[in-house]
């Protein structure tokens, strides 16, 4: 099925056709370091919705994706303590939780700030599966960093007693779990979604698809199985931008872009970035596995693949990071 929208020339302004997929990160939903309550995740989930919504009144088709980690690491922490009393879920199942949870906050808070901004779009939250192979290396390496922070003393008891991979976060000072982050291959829904597309819903509906990743799913005699795994959001949104042949590709975190000599006392935010030079500097290592590694290596591909503007930015700074003022920027 091809989408049947025209590409728009360069020098035309990017104004009603452009088809945008904006990537939350899990910790702009609940920061890593600070968990918080409910209410404090819905109040910020609130202002990041009211900057979706001046996003989408500007006119383009808006798709929402978003990360999982601190939310499904605080599932695995709750199913750990409750053993005793209920059994704990697999991490798939909990992939789906979260899928509930944050499509859930997003679905609130987004379409009453489109009530208020006078956006007429519907929030559609879809359960999303991801397939990926069960000879993926990454069941034999973890590299996913999920759940909080722990003490270094913390780490080596959780190892101890649960068999957990603990590694060290060097950027932020604290150690974390890590789990398998298979490579997503394909989004199950994303035909489902490319019809609605074809069918015009994109300018009534904001599809919130693919949450943390998407449930990882192998094909094994003729099922959908779901594995122990959580997928990096960022690899999945590179995939969900393909399926949906988005033109934008924006990558929300809680930095305001990506950086070289990012460890060091002097990181050198990067702005407006040509493709080539991304590449050298992802392929030198600038990029961390696991963190912002994962969002340039999407980038990469998404540009590869036919997309014209990859961003990188925070959320306050994200209208001007679509308006080349803010973040870094990649274009094709
Ligand atoms: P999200 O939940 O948004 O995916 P991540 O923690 O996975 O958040 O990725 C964002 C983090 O990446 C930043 O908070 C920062 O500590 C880290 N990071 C690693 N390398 C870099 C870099 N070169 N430039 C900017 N941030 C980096
Ligand atoms: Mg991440």
């Given at each position: 099925m091809t989408n049947p929208?025209?590409?728009?020339?360069?020098?035309?302004?990017?104004?009603?056709?452009?088809?945008?997929?904006?990537?939350?990160?899990?910790?702009?939903?609940?920061?890593?370091?600070?968990?918080?309550?409910?209410?404090e995740a819905m109040r910020q989930m609130r202002q990041t919705a009211n900057v979706l919504a001046r996003v989408a009144r500007r006119g383009p088709e808006l798709i929402v994706t978003h990360g999982n980690g601190p939310q499904v690491g605080d599932l695995m922490r709750e199913a750990e303590l409750g053993a005793s009393e209920v059994p704990a879920p697999p991490m798939h199942v909990l992939g789906a939780e979260t899928q509930g949870q944050i499509g859930y906050l997003i679905a609130q808070e987004l379409s009453a700030a489109f009530q208020h901004a006078r956006v007429p779009r519907w929030v559609i939250p879809i359960i999303s599966r991801t397939e990926v192979s069960v000879r993926d290396p990454a069941f034999r390496s973890p590299t996913k960093p999920v759940g909080r922070?722990?003490?270094?003393?913390?780490?080596?008891?959780?190892?101890?007693?649960?068999?957990?991979?603990?590694?060290?976060?060097?950027?932020?000072?604290?150690?974390?779990?890590?789990?398998?982050?298979?490579?997503?291959?394909?989004?199950?829904?994303?035909?489902?979604?490319?019809?609605?597309?074809?069918?015009?819903?994109?300018?009534?509906?904001?599809?919130?698809?693919?949450?943390?990743?998407?449930?990882?799913?192998?094909?094994?005699?003729?099922?959908?199985?779901?594995?122990?795994?959580?997928?990096?959001?960022?690899?999945?949104?590179?995939?969900?931008?393909?399926?949906?042949?988005?033109?934008?590709?924006?990558i929300v975190t809680d930095v305001p872009g990506a950086a070289l000599d990012y460890q060091s006392d002097h990181p050198r935010w990067l702005g407006r970035v040509a493709l080539d030079e991304l590449i050298r500097y992802w392929k030198r290592g600038e990029f961390a596995e696991g963190s912002m590694g994962p969002k340039v290596e999407a980038g990469i591909r998404f540009l590869r693949n036919g997309g014209r503007?990859?961003?990188?930015?925070?959320?306050?700074?994200?209208?001007?990071?679509?308006?080349?003022?803010?973040?870094?920027?990649?274009?094709?």
């Amino acid at each position: 099925m091809t989408n049947p929208r025209p590409r728009l020339e360069p020098g035309r302004a990017p104004a009603q056709s452009t088809r945008l997929l904006v990537a939350l990160g899990g910790n702009a939903i609940q920061p890593a370091h600070d968990p918080g309550t409910w209410a404090e995740a819905m109040r910020q989930m609130r202002q990041t919705a009211n900057v979706l919504a001046r996003v989408a009144r500007r006119g383009p088709e808006l798709i929402v994706t978003h990360g999982n980690g601190p939310q499904v690491g605080d599932l695995m922490r709750e199913a750990e303590l409750g053993a005793s009393e209920v059994p704990a879920p697999p991490m798939h199942v909990l992939g789906a939780e979260t899928q509930g949870q944050i499509g859930y906050l997003i679905a609130q808070e987004l379409s009453a700030a489109f009530q208020h901004a006078r956006v007429p779009r519907w929030v559609i939250p879809i359960i999303s599966r991801t397939e990926v192979s069960v000879r993926d290396p990454a069941f034999r390496s973890p590299t996913k960093p999920v759940g909080r922070f722990y003490s270094a003393r913390e780490a080596r008891e959780l190892r101890r007693q649960h068999g957990w991979t603990m590694r060290e976060d060097l950027g932020r000072g604290g150690w974390r779990r890590v789990v398998p982050s298979p490579r997503p291959l394909r989004w199950l829904e994303g035909d489902a979604v490319r019809a609605m597309f074809a069918a015009d819903l994109g300018t009534q509906c904001v599809f919130v698809v693919s949450g943390g990743g998407g449930i990882p799913v192998v094909r094994r005699q003729g099922h959908w199985e779901g594995v122990d795994a959580v997928i990096d959001k960022d690899r999945a949104a590179a995939l969900v931008a393909h399926t949906l042949d988005v033109d934008t590709l924006a990558i929300v975190t809680d930095v305001p872009g990506a950086a070289l000599d990012y460890q060091s006392d002097h990181p050198r935010w990067l702005g407006r970035v040509a493709l080539d030079e991304l590449i050298r500097y992802w392929k030198r290592g600038e990029f961390a596995e696991g963190s912002m590694g994962p969002k340039v290596e999407a980038g990469i591909r998404f540009l590869r693949n036919g997309g014209r503007t990859f961003l990188i930015s925070d959320i306050r700074s994200l209208p001007r990071a679509l308006a080349g003022r803010a973040g870094t920027r990649v274009e094709h």
